[in-house]
């Protein structure tokens, strides 16, 4: 069964930092490009940023450039989502995705929720003021 779990979600005041983690298993995921989501209730869901399958470049949203990283590790089968500077407009669920598309990392296909296969079930990330 093929899987990604996303952890290390939780409460953290406003300028503080989180870490999340997203483990893939069922397959391996070396030659997909993974990406961050997040979601608000009532919105769409809205891209964070994205890693191609070497784990070489990536890219990001306006909203987190500079403040959010993300990274991955092949061999353990997982990527992650270094957080920093958190503001209150970054509370969300976040959900790890997982896509085979051959859209190139700044192309806007990209950054569609539709372009990835695979999605964790999300985890909650609380920044308070």
């Known amino acids: 069964q093929v899987q990604l779990v996303e952890s290390g979600g939780g409460l953290v005041q406003t300028g503080g930092s989180l870490r999340l983690s997203c483990a893939a298993s069922?397959?391996?995921?070396?030659?997909?490009?993974m990406g961050w989501f997040r979601q608000t209730p009532g919105k769409e869901r809205e891209f964070v940023a994205v890693?191609?399958?070497?784990?070489?470049?990536?890219y990001y949203a306006d909203s987190v450039k500079g403040r959010f990283t993300i990274s991955r590790d092949k061999n353990e089968n997982t990527v992650s989502l270094q957080m920093n500077s958190l503001k209150p407009e970054d509370t969300a669920v976040y959900y790890c995705?997982?896509?085979?598309?051959?859209?190139?990392?700044?192309?806007?296909?990209?950054?569609?929720?539709?372009?990835?296969?695979?999605w964790g079930q999300g985890t909650q990330v609380t920044v308070s003021s």
């Open positions: 995705a997982a896509s085979r598309r051959p859209y190139s990392l700044v192309a806007p296909a990209r950054r569609s929720r539709y372009a990835y296969d695979f």
């Open positions: 069922g397959r391996t995921f070396s030659t997909d490009v």
């Open positions: 890693v191609n399958s070497s784990g070489t470049s990536t």
